[in-house]
């Protein structure tokens, strides 16, 4: 029997699948143990789901000004146009010099959302080259040189492998969020059939009494 009737479980978009409250904590907790700024973009909208805090640099200095926010508004369309397999990390350094990388959300082979991570060096920061962007921007240099000083420097694998495991983890909620929502689709439909059936043999036995 075709069940057109039923929620089409596997059309949810990511929303549906993971409590989006819960996920802000976990990826704070994340952020918090690794110093990156982390976040989760819906695929079909590009809508920021879920954000940390951003590095101080970029709060406080790249964001402030409109010349150098358009930067980093360019290097985020650059990153959410790169394909990756699932897994993969794709990894960009923007024009202001820092580490972004993304990694798919995929849920039974559907591509929901984009898990981001970053605002890091994968060496120590060349102060005069932050130094010259201080000065192109007008920032205050000495305050923004502290900034850059706090930036985390990390290892390029180590930081793949905990973009890729952070979306594996937001996969593997989302994937749980899935069943339990196809397990109750599933209670309805058998509730309606039973319900269906109950109607059509009273109707039945009204027949014959």
Avoid: W
Avoid at 27 to 35: I, Q
């Amino acid at each position: 029997m075709e069940r057109q009737d039923s929620v089409s479980s596997n059309k949810r978009g990511i929303e549906g699948l993971i409590d989006l409250d819960q996920a802000r904590v976990l990826f704070e907790g994340f952020s918090r143990a690794t110093g990156y700024a982390t976040g989760m973009t819906d695929q079909e909208s590009g809508a920021i789901l879920v954000a940390s805090e951003y590095h101080p640099v970029c709060s406080e200095y790249h964001h402030q000004c409109d010349a150098s926010e358009a930067i980093c508004r360019r290097a985020n369309v650059l990153l959410a146009n790169k394909e990756t397999d699932r897994g993969a990390v794709s990894i960009e350094r923007c024009e202001h010099g820092l580490i972004v990388g993304k990694s798919r959300v995929l849920v039974e082979g559907r591509h929901l959302a984009n898990v981001i991570a970053g605002q890091v060096l994968f060496s120590a920061p060349d102060l005069d080259e932050f130094r010259a962007r201080a000065g192109q921007f007008g920032y205050d240099e000495t305050a923004y040189l502290d900034a850059v000083r706090k930036i985390p420097v990390v290892d390029e694998n180590s930081f793949s492998a905990h973009v890729a495991f952070l979306a594996d983890l937001a996969a593997t909620i989302a994937g749980m969020g899935l069943a339990g929502q196809q397990a109750a689709d599933e209670a309805e439909i058998r509730s309606r059939e039973r319900d269906a059936l109950i109607r059509s043999e009273a109707k039945y036995r009204a027949l014959f009494d």
